[in-house]
């Protein structure tokens, strides 16, 4: 077997060498500067401007100025006659050619615009909810329509009013509808039977405002 020698004396070690510096290059969130390699903090750009960070209150919060508006954007649209005026004819004959009448507008009208039964809609995307009563017409449906193209958008639901025994059921629109330049829009109405006058709805004469077809269109975009 072969000796092994004596190991030798461990050298001594070099000294510490200077900590490194690291340049850091400005980006979103983060401020430009130079930090010790062996340490030191990143400064961070905070604020509600482009570009930073916002920071959580003390509450837990973000800032109220960088929070999106939910706030609902809500028009009201609706044919209001005076006490004892009846909703109109509704004629089997005119088929889908049959406008509903629209006089009232109320909300947040800074994108909708109302004239001669016409809603014009600014760009953007709606909820549509509406409908439209009729009254001894038999079967009936309702639909809006825009009025450059005569496109169908959105369609009423079944509807039946007995032409005997009555009652004001409505065709009922629901549905989304997105544009992309302002456009106009009316509710037709067609019937399977003709009544005169009182087609479109029966006055109560209460003593009150008389209510027939309705509109809720709320911009979510």
């Not at 007995?162 to 456009?183: F, R, Y």
């Not at 399977?192 to 009182?198: A, E, M, P, Q, R």
Request: glycine share 14%.
């Amino acid at each position: 077997m072969g000796l092994t020698g004596t190991a030798g004396v461990q050298g001594l070690k070099g000294d510490v060498g200077d900590p490194g510096l690291v340049s850091l290059t400005a980006g979103a969130g983060i401020l430009g500067g130079t930090i010790l390699g062996n340490g030191g903090t990143i400064a961070v750009n905070t604020g509600i401007a482009a570009g930073q960070i916002p920071v959580i209150d003390t509450t837990g919060r973000l800032p109220a100025s960088i929070i999106p508006d939910i706030s609902s954007k809500v028009v009201f649209i609706k044919d209001i006659k005076g006490n004892g005026v009846n909703g109109g004819s509704c004629d089997s004959a005119k088929g889908w050619e049959q406008i509903r009448d629209l006089n009232s507008i109320s909300g947040d009208t800074t994108f909708a615009t109302l004239s001669a039964n016409q809603i014009t809609l600014a760009a953007g995307t709606y909820i549509i909810d509406a409908n439209a009563p009729a009254y001894l017409d038999g079967f009936h449906k309702a639909a809006l329509v825009n009025t450059a193209t005569s496109e169908f958008v959105l369609f009423g639901s079944n509807a039946r009013s007995h032409n005997v025994a009555g009652g004001m059921d409505p065709s009922i629109l629901m549905g989304q509808v997105t544009i992309t330049v302002p456009t106009t829009f009316v509710i037709k109405h067609r019937c399977s039977l003709t009544t005169v006058n009182i087609g479109f709805g029966v006055a109560m004469s209460f003593g009150v405002e008389e209510l027939y077809t309705q509109m809720k269109i709320t911009k979510i975009k």
